[in-house]
């Protein structure tokens, strides 16, 4: 097996939301390797976390029954390691940015999933998606996962219309859909691509991860 580099510990970013260390490549991609797998003796920082992240919460997603609420509990990947009783290390800012639900919406063949920290109201996230999705609707027409596949810088667009910073700054539909249409406008799908294509889509957050090992 052929690596692309060794580094030391602190030459690594860590994230305490996260539970992360990345490194940047110089290709503009990040290497990420995360605690838990630390811990299990891991070395060595590839793109595995993230299929791995997106997997397991797809797949808690994705089994729950229609009658089901909208939160769940996070996969394993993501679950905090309990504390050292004898430790008194850790701080409240470190605690309130710790992951600790997952919220989500499903309309027809899209889910919508956010990971929040106990600082966040799940309900206020709810409506998050909602305004979100009805933004994406007006936008494309009866919006499918088709738009968000080959138009992703719209739903970036959109994003970047309703939160700055990890910050949520607006939520009024009308001011969200002209905000990205003054920025450009909106491409529409490939001619004979319809809404209601085949298969589930899952959106977590991050993409474009690099390789290290």
Known sequence: MSFYDEIELEDLTYHPSLLLYTYPCPCGDQFEICVSDMRDGEEVA???????????????????????????????????ARPDPSSSSSTTQQHNDTPSLITY???????FILISTSTESPLALLDLIQVLVEALD????????????????????????????????????EKVVSGVKEGGGVRKRPIGGGAGGGGAGAFVGRAGWGRLG
């Open 138 to 173: 007006r936008l494309f027409e009866n919006v499918c996962e088709l738009d968000l596949i080959f138009n992703f810088e719209t739903l970036h667009a959109v994003l970047g219309e309703m939160v700055v910073g990890g910050v949520v700054v607006e939520t009024a539909l």
């Open 46 to 80: 590839d793109t595995s976390v993230q299929q791995r992240l997106i997997s397991e919460i797809f797949t808690l997603v994705s089994h729950r029954p229609s009658s089901a609420c909208n939160f769940l509990p996070l996969p394993p990947l993501l679950t905090p």
């Open 105 to 111: 919406r499903h309309y027809a063949t899209l889910y």
